[in-house]
C-alpha cells in the first residue's frame, strides 16, 4: 500500500492522507476521483468519510459500494516501482496478469485466463485504458502518469459489457489539470536497467490545459544468447529476456463553461526487444538443458524479436444538463502492428530448429454514450456503445529443410512399422499381446514382437534419414540394395557388386533419395515406397516456412441500464441489466508452404525425362485451406445487489451476476463451426469496514460458475504430426475467500495483508495432450489454493526530510500439478512446481520542499528463482521442451525532481 505524505506536514498529517488512500485500495473500491472539492473541512479532519468514488459509473459514497473492486494508486505504483500490470498483480486478490509475451499478455482473474494467440477469440476479462476497451494485443502498456488502476473482480457484463466475463481492468491516466507541474525522474539498476520518466502539466489559458508524458525503458537480458548461427550474421541477436519498451501520451482539456469540458488525448507505444525466451530443458538444449538457470542458452531463432508499434486517439465529451442529469460521450480510434518471432525449440541443433512468428495488423473503433441521474432517492446510469475491430493476423511456422526432414524421417518410420505390424499380425494371426503371447510365450507382447523383427531386418527407427548409416541400413532392409546398385551400374557410377554402404550413399549425393521420392519407371519396380516428401541432404540450410493467414471483421453493440434505489437511509438494492450483440467474420487461408521445392537429380532426369522438374512438397503441420466463416451470438447479462450499512463504519451486501463473452473462432484449425460463448454466473457476499478507527477491512466470498470457458491447449491429434495451440471448452466451478486489511499500528506504521483462499472443480473434455495421448473426459480438483501479500509502510521521523520504508513478502502457492493431461516432460522438471516467494521493498526520502526525492530498492530480494512456463509447440514433436524463467535478485536506485 503506497505512502501519501504532504512533506511539509507533520507525521499525523501524511497518516491521515495515508488513511484515506488505504480506504480507496484496501476497501477495494476504485475509478476515484479525489479533488480538493471533495474533501470539506469535516473531511479533512477525518479523511475518511466524505471519499467519492465512480466503480458503478457514478459518484458515491466510498462506504456505500457494493462491488468487489481493488485499486492500485499513483503513489503505491511509484513505491513498487512498477510499470506494468505484472507489477502491481500482487496487491489485489484474485487479479494476475502474466505478461511473458508483451504482445500476447494474459489476465487471470479468479483463476481463470484467456487464450491469446486467438486473433479469432477475445479475452475472458475486459481491459480498459482511459474509458476505452483495449483488445488482446493492446492490452499490455507501461504506467506513464498513471493516476491509478482499477480491477472489478467478477463477471461485470452490465456496466461494463463486451467480454467482461470475469472482470474488468481499468487504466485511469491523469487528466490535464490547471496547476503548472511536471517532473523527471530516472531509474537505475540491475542488468543494466535505465529508465527515464517525463511530465509536464501546462494551462496554456484559464480553460485550456495540456499534459504530456513519456517514458523510456531498456534493460539487457537475463541470459546470454550464444548461439551465433550464419543466418543471423549483422542482424541484432537479443539476449534472453532483454527488454526496450517507450510510451508517450500528449492530452489536452477544454473546460467550455462550468458543466461542459472536453478532452482529447493521442498515445503512443514502441516496443521492439528480445522474443519470449525459450530456456531449452531438454538434452539437445545448451548445458544437456541440466538446469533452466544458466547463464548461457541458444537460441538460434532467424531474426527473432517482439516489437509493437501502437497509436490511439481518444476523445471524451463531459456535460452536465442541472444538477440531477449528466453524460458522457467516448470516441476512439486505435491502431496496431505487432511482431513475436520466438524460438520454438530452445536449441542450436539444426535439425530441431523451429521458430513461430504471430505477425498482426488490426485496428478498432470504439464510443460509448453514457447518461447519469441523480435523486434523492435514485442513482441512474444508461448508455450504448458500439465497437468496430478489423484484424489481421499471420501466423508463421518456420523450420529448417534440416528439421523438415527429421520430421518426415519420423513419418517414414512410422509407415515402415506399419507394414512391419501388418506382417506380424498377419504371420500371429490378429494383433494383440495375447496373440503374441500363444506364438513366442509369456511376457512377449505384440509391439515387442513387432520391434524383434524390424531389428532382425535392420529396421530400428531411423534418427534421421541424412545420416548415411541410418539410410543405407534401412534402404537395405526395405530390400531395395539390388535395385539401387543395379540402377546406380547402369547409370556407370558404380562396378557391379559394390555394396550399398553409407560411403556410398554419401558419394551419390540427393541420387538416393531422389530415387525413393519419384516415380521412376524400371528403376526400383512396381514395389517402391513412392514418398514424393523425401529429399536429400543437399538441400539442408535453407528454410521452409508454413503459415496461417487470417483476417476477421467483429461488431459489437450493447444497450444497458443500472439503478440504484435507496428503499431506506441503510438499505439499497441496485438491478442492472445489458443487452450485447456481436458479430464476427473470419476467414483462413493456408497456402503451400514457402520451399522452391526439390528439382530432381539431374541423373534421374536422363533416366527418366520429364521428371527433373522442380516439385511442390505438401505442408507437414498445416494443411492447405481457403475458408470463411460468420456467426452472430446475443445475450442479455444482468446483477441484482442489496446492500445494508449497519453503521456509518460496517457494510454488508450480497450480489447475483451474470457475465457474458461472445464465441469465435480458432485461427489455427479453419471451421465452419464456430466455438460456444462462454458465460458466468457469480454470487457474492461482502464486507466492507473501519474497524476501532484504525483497521480498514474488506472481505468477500464467492462461488462462480464458469460455463465453456475457451481455454488454450497444446494437443497433437493422431493426424496431426506436431502439437498445435487448440481452443478447448471447459467448465469450472470456482469458490473463494478474499480480503484486504490495513491496520494502521502507530501514526508511522501501517500493516497490510492481501490474501485469497480459492478451489476449482474443473470438468475438462476428451482430448489429446502435447504428446499425443488421449486424455478421457475428467473433472480436476485444487482444493484450497493460497495466496498473499504482506506489507510494512512506515515513515520514521529523523527531523529532515520524510523518510517511506515499503516492504512487501508474496507467497503464490503453484497448483500446476492439478492440470489434466500434465504431460511427462513436465512432471521432469521439479522448478515447474516451486511456489512463488518473493520479497521486495523500497526505503526513500524526499528532501521538506518535496521536490527532490532519492529512492533505493530491491526487487527478489531473496533470490527465488522460478519456471515460469513450460512447454513449446516442439515438446513432443522434436524432444525439445522449454520454458521462460525469472529474473533473480535486482536492486537499483531512483531519483526524482518535481517541479
Known amino acids: 500500500m503506497a505512502l501519501l505524505s504532504q512533506k511539509n506536514h507533520s507525521i499525523l498529517s501524511k497518516q ?28 479533512k479532519e477525518s479523511a475518511i468519510e466524505v471519499i467519492t468514488v465512480t466503480a458503478q459509473k457514478r459518484v458515491q459514497n466510498i462506504l456505500k459500494v457494493p462491488v468487489t473492486v481493488g485499486t492500485v494508486s499513483a503513489d503505491e505504483i511509484e513505491e513498487s516501482g512498477s510499470i506494468l500490470l505484472s507489477d502491481i498483480d500482487k496487491f489485489i486478490p484474485g487479479f494476475e496478469f502474466s505478461d511473458g509475451n508483451m504482445t500476447q499478455a494474459g489476465v487471470t482473474m479468479r483463476g481463470v485466463s484467456s487464450p491469446n494467440i486467438s486473433v479469432g477469440g477475445d479475452p475472458s476479462s475486459a481491459t480498459f485504458y482511459d474509458d476505452v476497451y483495449m483488445p488482446r494485443a493492446a492490452q499490455n502498456v507501461v504506467f506513464s502518469d498513471m493516476a491509478r488502476i482499477e480491477v472489478l473482480k467478477g463477471p461485470q457484463g452490465t456496466l461494463f459489457g463486451r467480454n467482461a466475463a470475469m472482470g474488468v481492468v481499468n487504466m485511469v491516466p491523469n487528466s490535464p489539470d490547471s496547476e503548472f507541474d511536471g517532473f523527471i525522474k530516472a531509474t537505475l539498476g540491475s542488468d543494466n536497467l535505465q529508465r527515464y520518466e517525463g511530465m509536464i502539466n501546462i494551462p496554456l489559458t484559464d480553460s485550456f490545459y495540456m499534459r504530456a508524458n513519456i517514458l523510456t525503458n531498456n534493460q539487457d537480458g537475463i541470459v546470454e544468447n550464444i548461439a551465433m548461427p550464419s543466418w543471423n550474421e549483422g542482424t541484432k541477436v537479443w539476449d534472453l529476456g532483454q527488454r526496450a519498451h517507450n510510451a508517450a501520451r500528449l492530452s489536452i482539456l477544454w473546460d467550455i463553461s462550468e458543466t461542459t469540458n472536453f478532452q482529447l488525448s493521442y498515445d503512443f507505444d514502441d516496443l521492439e526487444q528480445a522474443p519470449p525466451m525459450a530456456v531449452g530443458v531438454s538434452e539437445y538444449a545448451y548445458n544437456g538443458g541440466k538446469t533452466p538457470f544458466a547463464d548461457k542458452a541458444e537460441n538460434d531463432i532467424r531474426v527473432g524479436v517482439e516489437a509493437r508499434d501502437m497509436y490511439g486517439i481518444t476523445a471524451k465529451l463531459n456535460h452536465e444538463f442541472n444538477n440531477e442529469l449528466s453524460m458522457k460521450y467516448v470516441l476512439s480510434y486505435r491502431d496496431w502492428q505487432t511482431v513475436n518471432r520466438e524460438d520454438e525449440d530452445g536449441t542450436a541443433n539444426i535439425t530441431r530448429y523451429f521458430d513461430t512468428s504471430n505477425n498482426e495488423d488490426s485496428d478498432i473503433l470504439y464510443t460509448e454514450l453514457q447518461f447519469n441521474y441523480v435523486s434523492d432517492k435514485v442513482n441512474a446510469v444508461a448508455g450504448f456503445s458500439y465497437s468496430k475491430e478489423s484484424v489481421s493476423q499471420t501466423t508463421e511456422l518456420n523450420l529448417t529443410t534440416d528439421t523438415a526432414a527429421r520430421l518426415i524421417t519420423g513419418d517414414l518410420n512410422n509407415q515402415i512399422n506399419g507394414l512391419v505390424s501388418a506382417q506380424v499380425a498377419q504371420m500371429l494371426g490378429g494383433n494383440t499381446d495375447a496373440h503374441a503371447e500363444a506364438a513366442f510365450g509369456p511376457d512377449v507382447t505384440f509391439d515387442g514382437a513387432v520391434q524383434t523383427l524390424k531389428s532382425s531386418m535392420g529396421l530400428d527407427d531411423m534418427d534421421h534419414m541424412w545420416n548415411s548409416d541410418d539410410w543405407s541400413r534401412t534402404l537395405i532392409g526395405l530390400g531395395y540394395e539390388d535395385q539401387i546398385i543395379g540402377a546406380l551400374v547402369g547409370l556407370g557410377i558404380v562396378p557391379p557388386g559394390t555394396p550399398l554402404t553409407p560411403e556410398l550413399i554419401e558419394m551419390t549425393g540427393n541420387l ?79 497456402p503451400l508452404n514457402d520451399f522452391s521445392g526439390i528439382p530432381v537429380n539431374q541423373v534421374v532426369e536422363m533416366m527418366a525425362p520429364g521428371l527433373g522438374n522442380s516439385e511442390k512438397i505438401n505442408n507437414i503441420v498445416f494443411p492447405e485451406a481457403n475458408l470463411a466463416a460468420s456467426d452472430s451470438w446475443d445475450q442479455v447479462t444482468g446483477r441484482l445487489v442489496t446492500s445494508y450499512q449497519l453503521n456509518d463504519d460496517h457494510m454488508i451486501f450480497g450480489s447475483y451476476s451474470t457475465g457474458y463473452k461472445s464465441g469465435g473462432y480458432d485461427s489455427l484449425e479453419p471451421s465452419m463451426e464456430s466455438f460456444a460463448p462462454e458465460t458466468t454466473t457469480d454470487y457474492e457476499l461482502g464486507y466492507k469496514a473501519i474497524v476501532w478507527g484504525e483497521v480498514v477491512a474488506n472481505i468477500s466470498g464467492y462461488l462462480l460458475e464458469v460455463t465453456d470457458l475457451q481455454s488454450s491447449i497444446n494437443s497433437k491429434t493422431p493426424d496431426s504430426p506436431a502439437a498445435v495451440p487448440t481452443i478447448m471448452s471447459i467448465d469450472k466451478d470456482i469458490t473463494g475467500i478474499e480480503l484486504d486489511i490495513r491496520w ?101 526520502w524526499s528532501n521538506d520542499d518535496d521536490n527532490l526525492e532519492f529512492g533505493l530498492w530491491g526487487k527478489n530480494l531473496l533470490n527465488e528463482r522460478y519456471m515460469l512456463s513450460l512447454g513449446g509447440l516442439t515438446a513432443d514433436l522434436l524432444g525439445t521442451p522449454h520454458g521462460r524463467i525469472n529474473r533473480g535478485l535486482e536492486a537499483g536506485i531512483d531519483i526524482k525532481y518535481t517541479f
Open 744 to 844: 494502521f499500528a502507530t501514526d508511522s506504521l501501517t500493516l497490510g495483508i492481501v490474501s485469497e483462499i480459492r478451489s476449482t472443480d474443473t470438468y475438462t473434455p476428451d482430448f489429446y495432450n502435447g504428446e499425443g495421448d488421449f486424455i478421457e473426459a475428467q473433472k480436476t480438483s485444487v482444493d484450497a489454493s493460497l495466496n498473499y501479500t504482506l506489507m510494512v509502510d512506515w515513515m520514521p521521523e529523523f527531523g529532515v526530510g520524510t523518510t517511506n520504508f515499503h516492504v512487501d513478502y508474496v507467497f503464490l502457492e503453484n497448483t500446476n500439478a492439478s492440470q489434466a493431461g500434465l504431460e511427462d516432460y513436465k512432471k521432469a522438471v521439479p522448478e515447474y512446481f516451486k511456489d512463488t516467494k518473493n520479497l521486495n521493498a523500497r526505503l526513500s
Open 512 to 590: 538416393t533419395y531422389d530415387m525413393i521420392s519419384t516415380e521412376l519407371p524400371g528403376l526400383v519396380g512396381s514395389e517402391q515406397i513412392y514418398v514424393p516428401e523425401i529429399f536429400g541432404p543437399g538441400y539442408g540450410g535453407q528454410f521452409w516456412q508454413e503459415s496461417v493467414n487470417n483476417t476477421g471483421e467483429f461488431t459489437n453493440w450493447g444497450v444497458y441500464a443500472d439503478v440504484d434505489y435507496s428503499i431506506t437511509d441503510k438499505w439499497n438494492i441496485i438491478g442492472g441489466l445489458r443487452y450485447s450483440k456481436d458479430e464476427k467474420d473470419f476467414t483462413w487461408l493456408i
Open 16 to 43: 491521515k492522507n495515508l488513511v484515506a488512500q488505504a480506504i480507496i485500495s484496501a476497501l477495494a473500491i476504485s475509478p476515484l476521483y479525489l479533488t480538493a472539492a471533495e474533501l470539506t473541512t469535516e473531511a
